[in-house]
């Protein structure tokens, strides 16, 4: 049984920052991508950023130059620093990770979310 839980969101003011953490726990045997998604109300998931094992990363368009990904491995934990947050970045944020758990086959695990709210 793996699982992800995720920390970090909150209501911050145009301009400010935020951090949010995801650690997963459980049977794991290796952990491969990791990285966040969101989700505003009445529109798709997107994703945000993605950090590959060897430190490689993505970023929406939206969000370059502004966000920061980051991992610990020793810690199975994945990080979204948030800078000059924008309204438009108010969303629901989804840590997903593709984590071969022991006994089970490579699959992709998300957590239940956390809320941003960006709002002066």
């Known amino acids: 049984q793996v699982q992800l839980v995720e920390s970090g969101g909150g209501l911050v003011q145009p301009g400010g920052s935020l951090t949010l953490s995801c650690t997963a726990s459980?049977?794991?045997?290796?952990?491969?991508?990791m990285g966040w998604h969101r989700q505003a109300p009445g529109k798709q998931r997107e994703l945000v950023a993605t950090?590959?094992?060897?430190?490689?990363?993505v970023y929406a368009d939206s969000v370059k130059g502004r966000f920061t990904i980051s991992r610990d491995n020793a810690k199975n934990t994945v990080y979204l620093q948030m800078n000059s947050l924008k309204p438009e970045d108010t969303a629901g944020y989804y840590c997903n990770t593709h984590i071969l758990a022991v006994g089970a086959p490579w699959r992709d695990y998300w957590g239940r979310g956390t809320q941003v709210t960006v709002s002066s």
């Open positions: 459980g049977s794991i045997a290796s952990i491969n991508t």
């Open positions: 950090i590959i094992s060897g430190a490689s990363t």
